[in-house]
């Protein structure tokens, strides 16, 4: 790699293909059958080698590059599907929607158990570590991760937006320094906050603690990180209510929080607001035992949603789910919950709190409980 310095001034790049057997052949496809426009060939009593511009790409077609031909993708708003085309050169040329809608899969839910492992991570964007909390992804249709920076300090993060139906962030521990897109000033998230990112709002991480560790889920489970250069954060605005694909910005903060008893149960919750936020879309809430001497099973969990997801954000307890070993789970672990499924907790530690996302069959698709689990 170049030093600093030694790097010239560079004023356009070029992609370079071989032109074929017959310059003028391949020449005429590109153009005739591809739009794009000739800006220069040489020597003129014998062509080699001509340029070409076009749906934001530059292209020399050279008779003395012998390399990989290539391929050759070309965004389209028409939705109709083409096969893909080979050019006289033999670049392959590929049609592809300039925005393709968001697929996401139909949800295969499987029990799952999984303790914390530390050996886990894996770094991913802009720094950061990521621990993979399902690794079946629930069939592609739900990511849920686990996410850490070490380090304290600026977060080398860029303005940027995803393309999901729903994701949202919870704050496990430290702190981080957020902007959103129309959502004021940078803002600091504590330890037990919560933030539901709609799809498509612009943001950026700016700051954060050393050790901070959030859980972010996603659906679908492989979705698209976008980047805006042209955007700079915060907008001078503040819109609490806008729309953001048929969602609203929430930010809810666990020193304003109030905790309800839940019925049948143990446990009190927090609820995080983003059942309304997301019109049904995933209910958020944060359990933690009512009495803090309890000790005995839980007779009934209330489920109203198709599975549900766990993570122990404190303490520990003891968790038998369908076929699947007695599992005592610490800090770091979760589990999912199918619909139906036969679902004990026991044995709990006094400090005890988990983060529980319920999947309602509004957002799912698949058929919701009719009862409690015994």
């Known amino acids: 790699m170049p030093t600093e310095g030694t790097l010239p ?23 005739d059958e591809l739009g794009f426009r000739l800006d220069g060939i040489y020597p003129a009593d014998d062509p080699a080698c001509a340029r070409l511009s076009g749906h934001g790409l530059w292209l020399d077609l ?11 993708r070309l965004k389209t708003e028409d939705r109709t599907e083409r096969s893909p085309v080979t050019a006289p050169n033999g670049t392959r040329i590929e049609f592809a929607p300039a925005d393709p809608p968001l697929s996401i899969p139909g949800p295969r839910v499987e029990a ?26 629930v069939g592609g249709y739900l990511i849920a991760s686990h996410i850490r920076i070490p380090d304290g300090g600026p977060v080398a993060d860029h ?17 981080v320094r957020l902007v959103y897109e129309d959502q004021g000033e940078p803002f600091v998230m504590h330890a037990g906050d919560c933030v539901l990112q709609p799809p498509h709002i612009r943001h950026r991480v700016l700051e954060a603690s050393a050790g901070l560790e959030v859980i972010e889920l996603a659906c679908p489970a492989a ?44 446990f009190e919750a927090r609820d995080t607001g983003l059942r309304e936020a997301t019109h049904g ?12 001497d309890s000790r005995g099973p839980e007779p009934r969990i209330q489920r109203r949603g198709s599975f ?30 199918p619909a139906a499924s036969r679902l004990q907790l026991d044995r709990y530690s006094p400090d005890l709190e ?13 058929p919701g409980p009719d009862s409690t689990l015994a």
């Open 281 to 292: 879309r995933v209910d958020v809430h944060v359990l933690r035992l009512a009495d803090a």
């Open 308 to 337: 549900a997801f766990l993570f122990v954000l404190q303490g520990a307890l003891e968790i038998e789910l369908d076929d699947l070993p007695r599992t005592r789970l610490g800090v770091g672990g979760s589990c999912i919950i």
């Open 223 to 266: 979705h698209m990180t976008y980047i805006d250069h042209e955007m700079t954060l915060p907008t001078g605005c503040h819109r609490p209510g806008r729309d953001y694909g048929g969602q609203t910005f929430v930010l809810h903060r666990v020193k304003d929080a109030h905790w309800t008893p839940r019925s049948g149960s143990a």
């Open 112 to 137: 799952l158990i999984q303790a914390f492992d530390d050996t886990g991570w894996t770094r991913g964007r802009a720094g950061m570590l990521y621990r993979d909390l399902v690794p079946g992804r």
């Open 9 to 31: 001034r560079i004023d356009r790049a070029e992609c370079v293909l071989p032109a074929g057997a017959d310059l003028d052949v391949t020449l005429r496809f590109f153009i």
């Open 354 to 366: 988990v983060l529980e996302v319920d999947m309602p069959p509004a957002w799912t698709g698949l």
């Open 62 to 72: 050279d008779r003395a590059h012998h390399g990989d031909p290539g391929t050759l």
């Open 159 to 175: 303005v940027h937006h995803h393309g999901v139906r729903v994701q949202f962030i919870y704050c496990r521990s430290g702190w």
